[in-house]
């Protein structure tokens, strides 16, 4: 060696070992971290070096470092190589496969990686034009050991990893790579299943000869084949996979059996099986289902079944249980679609695995499945199958102890708690994963139950009538107690089969096929209600069966009385020694369950109930009466069933009055001296309610807790008859009823009014004061007058706040905390009310519009009162509280503003809050947009700090406020408005995703003529562009062309809001161009924008000539192209996109970890065929030349 390069490759040796070296100082790190890095970048004898120090004499580490030195040369410099350097190169790379490594067991994984990476960088560059005989090559080179064998297999699955999976080659090169493999893909193949087969019948031999080394080696070969298989069985044509009669798969089928081969075999064989495309391609994969390949997957089962608690068996089996699955998903695909596959054979054969890994205690593994017998009892043809439908009631019976809870990987009182440990971290991640896989047991019951109605029907019977004659299990820990708690045997049979019974009980009546008597179900009905039990926890399965048993009132009207008796039985109930305040947590959960199933059935069948009214409304009165009995929300949720059955009167009247007696008492106290004094002011309202005092404890000492819980009860108990109360669905019904008021002037239909339209409107002024003064809270002056003990009073509640960061998702852990009687404490007590009578009293505003319709709307100064109080304050209120006012208040009342008050009712609203909204959202963006320039990091350890929070508060105000502009621009049905009614859950509208086909809607056309509305409007539309959220930006973008194409219709446009518009989309392009879907949409609109607008204002086209790097003439010719008006000259869209992409390429935003990324040199290789040339002789020129080009044939008349 040159002694210059010599001294090169020992001062970078010792730079290596200095940068690895553990005890060295940071400086002498770093400094020799500069020397390496600077060798890889500029020196000359790159190359060299890098050949020199790859080969075995030295250290695995120097030789890594060495081979990354000619990987860097070949991806970073590949263009300034000289041709005699890739020669060379090339011809190293095959002689570092071939003897550059030590034996295949001794050599370290690292070194055979970068050998492979650097043969596959030069292939991604020069083969196959310039590298012909490479294939060759690499197959002589396996010929020579095991060790070449590995390498030469791991070169084909980098490459093929690189080419069809990351796809990190230039699209030319890409194609010319896959043309060239698929041309060789025959030949590859069959070299693949030698070397398996081959490998593999040597390995058993050795192993059964004892030559444990030699047989490690060959199993190390068959490992690689089956993962270089991996590569290419997901993508080739399905005629490779399955040629020779489907060799391959025999091959893996055979691997089953091999402990060391199995994983590697069922996960190639699971991507075989997956395959999508082509129903005729696809086809092939049911030769599974021959007698050879399921008894060998059957015995690979049973085997790796007896050592399932170890992890490998356990993945193994799993993956053969997805490999199962999978071809049954193929069966149902092409299953009456072809004509020529019907029952396959061994099919019984193969759903007795399926049910084995059904039953299996692992509850993941009987996941995989649940989705599968689903597909089947779907299918048209699979669900008629006699094989099949044999099998339902096997399948039926296995989900009765599916649906049990249990299995929690903290926990062993289950066989399946041992799998849970291997597939779940934590209880947290098991309770995600249980919901689901319960609902798809119970889909597969639905299912079941509509194809054999009277078969699942007589399970649920039998399960029912056993437990009602089953002695209580308590189990060990609750024994003490004498109730049950969350883990007794108990509780779990009776939860799984509450869940059970309601399942088949929702399809028994929508089946077509034969149902079981209904004498069987009432008799069941009847054995329930007649069942006693003083435990809570079994008292509340028992109503959930009950609740699931309701079909069946239709055939026994007169058994309602005592199913009302049974469930208000359970209203009222308590345990010895308990009170309203001491009850404990698993008492209230059964009560508030109770008055849930009085709403379930009074809203599912008022008609049956509605002869027991009187009764109904005496018995709500009278325990509602009783200071000790129901708590608040009891009693509004009381309140809301009987309003449903109220509304069979059908009578404007007679609801209005029973309205007026049901509100009489809230009348009383909300109108009231008293309550009408503490809502003027904040500082009086804080005193009234205890918010300057100090806490007190016992909340029954607390008399401003009884002021707080009035305000509570008046509130649940307006938005509760609200939401309830209705004018009846059929318009003659209305018109009978004295429910029509009058005609709209603008549409024509009916006006409707609500019974409890006066009663609410006449407590609508309190709110509205109320609201004002909750807004003052937030003024400096009023939060000095908190009580210390009451300083986070006004904070977010911890649920709300683990909701904003995502983290509503995540069940608690399994803790049983049903025998509590903790209350709250003072501060979360004040915390709690002052969130939910703020929530609440929007909700009733939102329900408002939706439920009072037009006199709501048109109510005497309503829309004043709203805009004086409702938007006071707005700068002192907290993004949690404002996004309520938009969410539940301000879109549900746009959305069922009726046509005839837009101009005296949405549009003062809007007005009066767009503006700030701008002000608003502009300054918090502008803090966030500037925190993420300048590259301020959240803190990790501690991700729920107050800026994560006020962050994701700020993104969530302004997708609330984007999609309120939305509904009020663009044209959206009223249906998306509606909310859930069941009880007095804070629920989500629907949310619509608007297209940029999207029109304005008539109040869209309105918001556009209105100066002091639509500026506000169109600058927080395009702003929202280049704000940093991507969600924001796609909301924003469906707004924009509308908005800007009615200004041009109007002849608002100016030269000034031209350039803004346009500049604003250039600039979300900046920010949000890394996002593949957002840069198209953003080149969409600024294409769009750009035709639009340059015909009048030549001012958009100077916005692109000061984009950095872009020349004049560019811009020029593009403009040029756009504003050409003849139509033969007009460049197609295709064209004009990539102009425009071409020239605001240098804006585009990038991915962080794109933007100082190195390029990575490509040269285009000449084309693998060369393009034939046209033959330009012309039809005269052959004619003259006295060819024969076929005109006279034409025309002579058919010999026949």
Request: aromatic residues 8%; glycine residues 4%.
């Amino acid at each position: 060696m040159d002694p210059n390069l010599q001294q090169i490759v020992s001062k970078l040796c010792l730079a290596v070992e200095t940068v690895m070296n553990p005890v060295v100082c940071q400086s002498d790190r770093l400094a020799a971290h500069q020397i390496c890095e600077d060798f890889k970048d500029n020196s000359p004898y790159c190359v060299q070096v890098g050949i020199s120090i790859s080969s075995k004499e030295y250290s695995p580490v120097i030789r890594h470092f060495g081979l990354q030195l000619l990987e860097h040369c070949i991806k970073f410099r590949w263009i300034n190589l000289s041709f005699d350097e890739k020669q060379y190169l090339k011809q190293n790379s095959l002689q570092l496969l071939d003897t550059g490594t030590k034996y295949l067991l001794e050599e370290e994984l690292h070194v055979k990686d970068a050998i492979s990476r650097i043969v596959v960088e030069l292939m991604k560059r020069e083969w196959p034009q310039n590298w012909q005989s490479l294939m060759t090559d690499l197959h002589n080179i396996s010929q020579h050991g095991e060790t070449q064998t590995e390498l030469v297999l791991m070169v084909f699955h980098r490459l093929v990893e690189d080419v069809v999976a990351f796809q990190n080659v230039p699209n030319q090169r890409r194609r010319e790579i896959l043309q060239s493999l698929t041309a060789q893909i025959s030949q590859l193949f069959h070299f693949f299943l030698t070397l398996l087969e081959t490998h593999a019948a040597q390995y058993k031999l050795l192993v059964a000869e004892g030559k444990e080394r030699d047989s490690l080696a060959l199993n190390r070969v068959s490992q690689s084949v089956l993962m270089t298989l991996t590569g290419f069985v997901d993508w080739v044509n399905m005629s490779h996979v399955v040629e020779n009669n489907g060799r391959l798969l025999q091959l893996l089928c055979l691997l089953l059996d091999d402990s060391s081969l199995q994983l590697h075999a069922a996960e190639c064989l699971l991507l075989v099986v997956s395959r999508k495309g082509k129903l005729e391609d696809r086809k092939p994969i049911l030769i599974l289902f021959s007698e050879g390949a399921m008894s060998t997957i059957l015995t690979a089962a049973i085997a790796a079944e007896k050592a399932s608690l170890d992890e490998y068996y356990y993945l193994f089996l799993k993956r053969l249980c997805q490999v199962l699955t999978e071809i049954g998903k193929q069966l149902v695909a092409l299953w009456g679609t072809d004509p020529e596959v019907g029952v396959p054979p061994n099919f019984s054969t193969y759903l007795e695995a399926l049910l084995a890994f059904t039953v299996h205690k692992s509850q993941m593994l009987g996941s995989f499945t649940q989705t599968l017998w689903a597909l089947f009892l779907r299918h048209e043809h699979i669900s008629k199958d006699e094989t099949l439908v044999s099998f339902i009631p096997r399948v039926v019976t296995a989900a009765t102890q599916s649906l049990l809870k249990v299995g929690y990987p903290s926990q062993n009182n289950y066989p399946s708690c041992a799998y849970s440990k291997l597939d779940f971290d934590s209880d947290e991640e098991f309770n995600m994963f249980f919901p689901r896989y319960r609902a798809e047991v119970a889909d597969t019951v639905r299912l079941a139950t509509l194809l054999q109605p009277k078969l699942t029907f007589s399970i649920a019977y039998d399960w029912l009538k056993t437990q009602l004659q089953k002695p209580l299990d308590i189990g060990e820990v609750g024994v003490e107690k004498g109730i049950c708690n969350l883990s007794s045997p108990s509780f779990l049979e009776w939860d799984a089969l509450g869940v059970f019974l309601e399942s088949v009980m929702l399809r028994l009546m929508a089946s077509t096929n034969d149902k079981p008597d209904t004498t069987e179900g009432i008799e069941l009905l009847q054995r329930v209600l007649v069942y006693q039990t003083q435990d809570p926890l079994i008292l509340s399965c028992l109503l959930s069966c009950i609740s699931a048993l309701f079909p069946l009132l239709l055939y026994t009207p007169e058994t309602i009385p005592v199913v009302l008796d049974k469930i208000f039985g359970a209203v009222i109930f308590n345990l010895p020694g308990q009170t309203k305040g001491t009850r404990s947590r698993a008492v209230k959960n059964v009560r508030q369950h109770a008055c849930s199933i009085v709403v379930k059935i009074c809203k599912q069948y008022p008609a049956l109930i509605f002869p027991a009214f009187d009764s109904l409304y005496s018995h709500i009165k009278l325990i509602s009466n009783d200071p000790e009995q129901l708590s608040q929300m009891e009693k509004t949720i009381l309140v809301e069933a009987i309003m449903l059955i109220s509304n069979q009167f059908n009578d404007f009247e007679k609801q209005s009055a029973f309205i007026k007696e049901i509100l009489s008492p809230v009348h009383e106290l909300w109108t009231s001296k008293e309550f009408t004094q503490a809502f003027l002011a904040p500082d009086i309202f804080m005193s009234y309610v205890g918010l300057d005092q100090a806490a007190v404890e016992p909340s029954s000492a607390d008399t401003c807790g009884i002021n707080r819980s009035h305000i509570s009860y008046c509130i649940h108990t307006m938005l509760g008859v609200l939401k309830r109360s209705k004018w009846p669905d059929d318009l003659q019904a209305c018109q009978r009823g004295g429910f029509v008021i009058g005609t709209s002037n603008v549409t024509g239909s009916p006006i409707l009014r609500n019974p409890a339209t006066s009663h609410i409107l006449a407590l609508l002024n309190n709110l509205i004061t109320l609201l004002k003064t909750q807004n003052g809270l937030w003024l400096p002056d009023y939060l000095r007058l908190r009580h210390p003990d009451f300083e986070k009073a006004y904070d977010l509640l911890e649920v709300d706040k683990l909701a904003i960061l995502g983290k509503n998702g995540i069940p608690p852990p399994c803790i049983d905390n049903t025998d509590s009687t903790t209350c709250k404490q003072p501060l979360a007590r004040v915390k709690s009310f002052l969130g939910m009578i703020h929530d609440n009293s929007y909700h009733i505003l939102g329900n408002a519009g939706q439920c009072l319709g037009y006199e709501f709307y048109s109510a005497s100064n309503i829309i004043t009162f709203l805009q004086d109080s409702v938007f006071s304050y707005q700068e002192f209120i907290p993004d949690y509280r404002l996004r309520p006012v938009i969410r539940v208040f301000m879109k549900p009342f746009i959305l069922n503003c009726p046509k005839d008050c837009y101009t005296s009712a949405a549009l003062p609203l809007l007005i009066k809050l767009c503006p700030y909204m701008l002000q608003r959202l502009s300054g918090k963006w502008q803090i966030i947009n500037s925190r993420f320039q300048i590259g301020i990091e959240h803190d990790d350890d501690n991700p729920e700090s107050q800026e994560v929070l006020e962050d994701q508060l700020t993104r969530q105000l302004t997708r609330e406020y984007i999609e309120l502009l939305a509904y009020g621009l663009t044209k959206k049905s009223h249906s998306d408005a509606q909310t859930d009614d069941i009880g007095m859950e804070d629920t989500e509208i629907t949310k619509p995703t608007p297209h940029k086909e999207d029109s304005l809607s008539e109040l869209g056309h309105l918001c556009m003529k209105t100066d002091a509305l639509f500026p506000s409007m169109l600058f927080c539309i395009f702003n929202g562009l280049s704000w940093n959220d991507t969600m924001v930006c796609q909301r924003c973008f469906s707004l924009c062309w509308p908005m800007v194409k009615q200004l041009l219709l109007d002849g608002v446009m100016t030269s000034e809001a031209a350039v803004f518009v346009f500049s604003s989309v250039l600039s979300g392009l900046q920010l949000h161009g890394q996002h593949e879907g957002s840069q198209a949409n953003l080149l969409n609109l600024a294409l769009q924008l750009y035709e639009a607008l340059r015909p009048q204002f030549i001012e958009v086209k100077e916005i692109l000539i000061q984009i950095p790097n872009v020349s004049k003439p560019a811009v020029e010719n593009f403009d040029d192209k756009i504003l050409q008006s003849c139509p033969q000259k007009q460049l197609p869209e295709k064209k004009k996109k990539e102009a425009l992409k071409n020239i605001v390429f240098e804006i585009i935003g990038k991915n962080l970890g794109q933007q100082f990324r190195r390029e990575v040199h490509y040269k285009n290789l000449p084309p693998l065929f060369k393009p034939r040339r046209k033959n330009n002789t012309s039809i005269v020129e052959s004619e003259s030349s006295g060819k024969d080009i076929g005109l006279c044939s034409l025309f002579q008349p058919n010999s026949d």
